[in-house]
């Protein structure tokens, strides 16, 4: 009686399928093999039904003999035979300017030539007013290394009427010929007048430094780009420091490599109207799809579904009858309404699973034609089936617990998946998946596959 009552029957199917072998073990079932890697077998049932056998009936990461291939994501970017973080390190260890490796990359130079690891060929072509002076065309500042005269020493010799020998002291200058230095009308640069807040800059350096920015990039902004000096530097731009979580970061360049971005899809991402937390994804951003429950942002109802731990087939299905978002997200992972006989329901209910129950095969006429049913019940077959008010005829009755009884009916029903009777629909009788077309080939392999 002690023995009866404190250790339950151990489950004892075997089936016509044969023993599997896993990983070099045998099993009886494949129940058993489920048990054993802690899987739904419902996966495991599924994977034998698609042709799987053996090792393959355990997914590969599942199986005990595997072993995880070891990722090196340290380094990911390689210049010159050294290994880097990524691009942006390789540019601040060799003083190289980002933004000048992207351009020289966009302009078809590889990556050791973007980074001056190579030598490029300087292929720009020389500007500027060219001088024959020994039969050779060359610019001034060409000619002032070739005969060793300072070029401000030529340029103000052509600037008072000398010719290009005369200049290079090639040939005399006799006195009184050419102007004075005095006399010489030159061009002078406009005085630079730059103001920011009532406040003077005479030079683009002098506003650079007033506010921590590079020179050049103040001075393209006026320049190149049309900027008013005041917007040139008070410019939310890619080179202005910034603070997140309490951490200042240079510019975004930096701020997007520390989060794993690149700084072309953090700018796209702040061009889309959102804060820097939203776009480094430290704060959930509201889109059409966003869910806000209880005053926390989710991205979608699967991703509230995962933090609740609720299924999200099972949230969508109590929306849908008529639940609002906080009754469905209260009913938690339970089960409300258990319906049929399923796994699930099994699984959750020890007792209910070892409850004792019937398999039955049987002969039924439906609409005066005869097919074949499949099915199991805890009552008898005879109480079970007068319910459907048709004829049959009991051809093989198999008996065991409520969930060995399923697993069986499963791997039967699947065996005959092709042989389903589609023209039996709800409307005829409880159990109208169950009911198949056979031949007598088929009568007699399921009987042989239930046993003597």
């Known amino acids: 009686m002690e023995q009866a009552l404190l250790h339950p029957k151990k489950k004892t199917l075997t089936t016509r399928l044969g023993e599997h072998f896993v990983e070099g073990k045998a099993y009886e079932n494949l129940c058993s093999i489920a048990q054993e890697y802690d899987m739904p077998f419902n996966t495991i049932y599924k994977r034998y039904s698609r042709g799987c ?8 990461k599942k199986r005990r003999a595997y072993t995880a291939p070891k990722e090196d994501n340290q380094h990911r970017f390689v210049a010159g035979g050294v290994e880097y973080r990524s691009a942006a390190e390789a540019c601040r260890r060799l003083g190289v300017k980002y933004v000048t490796y992207r351009n020289r990359i966009r302009n078809g130079h590889t990556i050791e030539q973007a980074l001056g690891i190579i030598a490029v060929e300087d292929g720009r072509v020389t500007r500027g007013k060219k ?5 050779t065309y060359r610019t001034i500042k060409e000619l002032a290394e070739f005969f060793s005269v300072p070029e401000p020493t030529i340029r103000d010799r052509l600037q008072r009427g000398a010719t290009i020998r005369q200049a290079l002291g090639l040939e005399e200058i006799s006195n009184g010929s050419h102007l004075k230095q005095c006399e010489v009308q030159r061009t002078k640069r406009a005085a630079i007048r730059l103001e920011v807040d009532g406040e003077i800059f005479r030079s683009y350096k002098a506003l650079a430094d007033k506010y921590g920015l590079p020179q050049y990039t103040v001075r393209q902004r006026i320049v190149d780009y049309g900027y008013t000096p005041e917007n040139a530097v008070k ?7 910034i603070t997140v979580e309490g951490v200042e970061y240079p510019s975004k360049a930096a701020l997007a490599e520390a989060y794993g971005l690149t700084p072309a899809v953090l700018l796209a991402r702040l061009a889309g109207d959102v804060t820097v937390e939203q776009a480094l994804g430290i704060e959930q951003r509201e889109t059409l799809k966003s869910i806000d429950f209880e005053g926390e942002i989710f991205c979608s109802l699967t991703d509230l579904a995962n933090k609740k731990n609720i299924p999200i087939g099972a949230l969508r299905s109590r929306i849908k009858s008529g639940l609002s978002l906080k009754e469905a997200i209260d009913a938690g992972d339970r089960i409300r309404n258990s319906g049929r006989y399923n796994l699930t329901i099994l699984e959750r209910d020890e007792h209910l699973a070892h409850q004792s129950a019937w398999l039955y095969f049987v002969r039924i006429v439906i609409n005066g034609k005869e097919r074949f ?5 805890t009552q008898t077959v005879a109480d079970r089936l007068k319910q459907e008010a048709y004829e049959f005829a009991t ?6 617990t409520l969930m060995d009884c399923f697993i069986l009916e499963q791997e039967i029903i699947d065996l005959l998946s092709d042989k389903r009777d589609l023209g039996v629909t709800s409307s005829m009788l409880d159990g109208y998946s169950e009911v198949f077309n056979l031949d007598d080939g088929d009568v007699k392999f399921i009987s042989d596959f239930l046993g003597a």
């Open 53 to 60: 056998r053996g090792d393959e009936l355990v997914p590969l």
């Open 373 to 377: 049913k499949i099915g199991i019940t």
């Open 235 to 241: 410019l939310d731009g890619k080179s202005k420091p």
């Open 395 to 400: 051809i093989k009755v198999v008996r065991g």
């Open 131 to 135: 001088y024959d002076a020994d039969g």
